[in-house]
């Protein structure tokens, strides 16, 4: 099985807990939370390492999240280490995020750039964005000065391309097309 699979398993089942307890918001911080320690170096190596026991492993695991998440949370964790699948934790973190955005009427929009954008730009396209789809926009913005000039905007799975860059290499593409 492959790790998205199991990602997406686990993440659905604690999804569906948390929503049938009313409390998806609260287990979503729990996530950003473990995504959070997840990415420091020693617990990364805790919960990737083959050699140390599942028992040390759920003590520590334990005493990190005991006071700071809820009890399914805190289950799920201890879970996926009965199962010899904390590995999968980052993942099924963000698994459950994206689960509990959707069902709260959040879209992903990541807008990347040549240049940082003004609010006035940021406000427009959000808006644009939030009116067409009838959606609330939670908007990630990257600067890379390779694509020149223009936009890339994934919102979703749609991907819009309107780079200074794909523009040029179009262009060129069809004067060598002409000219052969």
Not at 57 to 82: C, H, P, Q, Y
Not at 98 to 103: E, G, M, N, S, T
């Amino acid at each position: 099985m492959n790790e998205s699979k199991i990602s997406v398993r686990y993440s659905k089942a604690l999804f569906l807990s948390a929503r049938e307890k009313g409390i998806v918001d609260r287990v979503r911080q729990d996530m950003m939370l473990l995504l959070e320690i997840s990415a420091f170096e020693d617990v990364r190596d805790l919960i990737t390492s083959p050699v140390i026991q599942s028992s040390v492993k759920k003590g520590a695991l334990n005493e990190i999240f005991k006071d700071r998440v809820e009890s399914i949370t805190l289950s799920l964790i201890l879970l996926t280490v009965a199962n010899n699948r904390e590995s999968f934790l980052p993942g099924i973190a963000r698994s459950f995020i994206d689960k509990a955005d959707r069902f709260n009427g959040i879209t992903k929009v990541t807008l990347t750039t040549a240049i940082p954008v003004s609010d006035s730009v940021r406000q427009s396209i959000k808006g644009l964005i939030e009116k067409s789809m009838t959606t609330t926009v939670d908007m990630e913005e990257k600067q890379d000065p390779g694509i020149t000039g223009g936009f890339l905007l994934k919102v979703e799975d749609t991907f819009v391309d309107a780079s200074v860059k794909s523009q040029l290499r179009r262009i060129k593409k069809q004067i060598t097309k002409e000219i052969n």
